[in-house]
């Protein structure tokens, strides 16, 4: 049995939408294979220096609680509405897994990741071209970021632990019609995953600084007083052809689906997505309507 987490957010609203107005949230750029050149932001990347050539391109924030930064003080999270606000620029949804970690500092520096719990997201973004940095595109307001209702508690997150078995998949709805959004991989299959990814995180929050795209991270930290906890989503997958052709628009529905493939097979997530019954064992998700 999968446990699920309601109330792993520091804060909640009366209901069931969980809160996490306290916790920093960052992303992760390139941490699977073409996304970005898909997205059209390998371009921002082409003199962002990496160690590995497969790496990641770096760290960037989506919402830093308790600070004056503008729209990224801004809480953006929502379990059920994706508010497209004023944007005329195309807007996508980026589905991602999210992990809830802790965090652990010694004399202002993370020396500690530890991964609590991890969500289906929709690191859904604006594709707006000439933006100065990346953040740029990822928060405009309330309700422009999706995280699923309930987290699942990690047993660990190593290889042998719970991911090993769990996959992700999406999907857009559109005037009745359930579309096939992203590739429906395995999770493990990030090009960054477990140790590799926490000592490259823990890396970029002491050491990413300001340049190009990217922001300086441990000013971020220290912004918002060395936060306990980080949410952070780890990477878009993979659009399919539609996704790439088709932005959101008002009235779509996006999903984002986590499942353990020892319960669920491929094409029958697609048909509890059209007929909307996927609170299920061994199912965790993400359903967005789009205004």
């Not at 071209?129 to 190593?158: C, H, P, Q």
């Not at 795209?213 to 949410?231: H, N, T, V």
Request: hydrophobic share 35%; net charge negative.
């Amino acid at each position: 049995m999968k446990s699920m987490l309601r109330h792993t957010g520091t804060n909640q609203e009366k209901g069931q939408r969980m809160e996490y107005k306290d916790v920093i949230g960052f992303g992760i750029a390139g941490n699977f294979a073409l996304h970005l050149q898909q997205a059209g932001e390998d371009e921002d990347f082409v003199n962002v220096k990496v160690d590995d050539e497969n790496a990641p391109k770096g760290l960037f924030p989506f919402y830093l609680p308790h600070t004056d930064k503008g729209l990224l003080s801004q809480y953006p999270l929502s379990s059920s509405t994706l508010d497209l606000h004023a944007v005329t620029d195309n807007v996508q949804a980026e589905p991602e897994v999210a992990l809830l970690c802790d965090l652990e500092y010694e004399e202002g520096k993370v020396v500690c990741i530890i991964p609590k719990a991890f969500g289906a997201y929709n690191d859904c973004s604006i594709r707006r071209k000439g933006a100065k940095k990346i953040s740029e595109k990822k928060n405009w307001g309330s309700d422009t970021k999706g995280i699923s209702k309930e987290l699942i508690a990690l047993d660990t997150f190593e290889e042998g632990g719970i991911l090993d078995t769990w996959r992700i998949s999406s999907f857009l709805k559109r005037e009745g019609n359930v579309f096939r959004y992203g590739e429906d991989v395995e999770i493990s299959g990030y090009t960054y995953f477990y140790k590799q990814l926490l000592e490259w995180t823990k890396h970029k929050l002491n050491s990413q600084e300001e340049g190009g795209p990217l922001e300086d991270i441990s000013l971020c930290l220290k912004a918002c007083d060395y936060p306990k906890q980080m949410l952070i989503s780890i990477g878009a997958t993979r659009y399919l052809p539609y996704a790439e052709k088709n932005f959101l628009q008002k009235g779509d529905e996006v999903y984002v689906v986590l499942y353990d493939d020892r319960v669920h097979c491929k094409n029958p997530i697609l048909s509890k997505v059209v007929s909307n019954k996927l609170d299920e064992e061994g199912i965790c998700y993400l359903h967005q309507k789009v205004i």
